[in-house]
Each structure stands twice: as structure tokens, then as C-alpha cells.
């Protein structure tokens, strides 16, 4: 599974680095970020809950 975070509609808000950090992080410029080109099989359920909790639905899962 892949998971893109679309940066032009980011804004930085980190829920998804605060809900998953294996997979997500904040970036120098302060947007959230993947950290992983794969995501682990043991956290797929995970980030697809995080790409519902985006507020502004920037993550994007395949």
C-alpha cells in the first residue's frame, strides 16, 4: 500500500504525525510529509484511519 499526502491542500495541521509517526511526518516547511514508500502491512488500517482524520482530506491511500 501507498500513501501521498497531496501538498498543495496541506496545511500543516499534524494530525497525521501526531496519530502515526511510523509512517508520517512534519516537514522543514511545516506540512506533513511520508516517511515510508511502502507502507508496513501492520499499519495500513492505521494510516487509513489517519487519511480520514486529515481536516482537510490532503492524504491520499492506493
Same mark, same amino acid.
Given at each position: 500500500?501507498?500513501v501521498?499526502?497531496?501538498?498543495?491542500?496541506?496545511?500543516?495541521h499534524?494530525?497525521?504525525? +501526531?496519530?502515526?509517526? +511510523?509512517?508520517?511526518?512534519?516537514?522543514?516547511? &511545516?506540512?506533513?510529509?511520508v516517511?515510508?514508500?511502502?507502507?508496513? +502491512?501492520?499499519?495500513?488500517?492505521?494510516?487509513?484511519?489517519?487519511? &480520514?482524520?486529515c481536516p482537510?482530506?490532503?492524504?491520499?491511500?492506493?
Amino acid at each position: 500500500m501507498k500513501v501521498f499526502i497531496d501538498e498543495d491542500i496541506c496545511r500543516g495541521h499534524g494530525v497525521c504525525a +501526531a496519530e502515526c509517526p +511510523a509512517v508520517f511526518g512534519i516537514s522543514d516547511d &511545516g506540512y506533513g510529509e511520508v516517511l515510508v514508500d511502502e507502507v508496513p +502491512a501492520d499499519l495500513e488500517a492505521e494510516v487509513r484511519t489517519v487519511s &480520514g482524520h486529515c481536516p482537510e482530506r490532503a492524504i491520499t491511500v492506493e
